[in-house]
């Protein structure tokens, strides 16, 4: 169940509001600009399949996403942690897995607008906005974004396993802007599946 938890910025042991109610979520984060919508996520797509599968499985959303919003560039994560899609040797793949997990856990910005869209498992992104944190679990079918400049950070926990496709209106695709802020390390990371 996709669910928010909303923190001040500088309290992280008292949660302002937790909502499992899709409307509530998507109400509450419009109110600070953040688009939260739940799409049908039926093709038969699960984590660890290829970037292409996905893609061609969700051709007709992420044709209309492209054309209707002029989002220019799209790429797929798409990782399950049990599989071996990361890598056969079991040390390899542990220390990519962390690596990977290590990318998006500090506090960043992207100077443009992106989406997101799980259509597989789930990860826990926190926007950081307004002196507050917004901390959202997305599951299969949640598309989020994350509007330009938002400060904010992701946890795929220590088994990842999602699929994601991600939006860019930069042709160059993920571009991280580390704040240098350590607000990450006191919130809520997801520590299991
Ligand atoms: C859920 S997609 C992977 C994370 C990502 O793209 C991002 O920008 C995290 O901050
Ligand atoms: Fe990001
Ligand atoms: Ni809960």
């Not at 001040?8 to 509530?24: G, K």
């Not at 984590?47 to 492209?66: F, H, N, P, T």
């Amino acid at each position: 169940m996709s669910e928010i938890s909303v923190f001040a910025d500088n309290d992280p042991a008292t949660e302002l509001l937790h909502s499992v109610d899709p409307a509530e979520i998507a109400a509450t984060l419009a109110g600070v600009g953040v688009r939260f919508e739940q799409w049908q996520a039926n093709a038969p797509v699960k984590a660890g399949d290829s970037d292409e599968k996905v893609m061609q499985a969700y051709a007709d959303d992420i044709a209309r996403l492209k054309d209707n919003e002029g989002y220019q560039t799209v790429d797929v994560i798409s990782l399950d942690a049990s599989g071996n899609q990361v890598a056969q040797d079991p040390e390899i793949k542990a220390k990519k897995l962390l690596e990977l997990r290590q990318k998006f856990l500090s506090e960043h910005r992207h100077s443009e607008d992106e989406v997101r869209f799980f259509v597989d498992g789930q990860g826990l992104f926190s926007l950081h906005i307004d002196g507050k944190v917004y901390e959202i679990l997305c599951q299969k079918g949640d598309l989020i974004s994350v509007p330009a400049n938002t400060p904010h950070w992701f946890d795929m926990g220590p088994a990842p396993r999602f699929v994601a496709i991600r939006f860019f209106n930069n042709p160059e695709g993920w571009v991280a802007n580390y704040t240098g802020s350590a607000i990450a390390d006191s919130f809520s990371r997801l520590e299991s599946q």
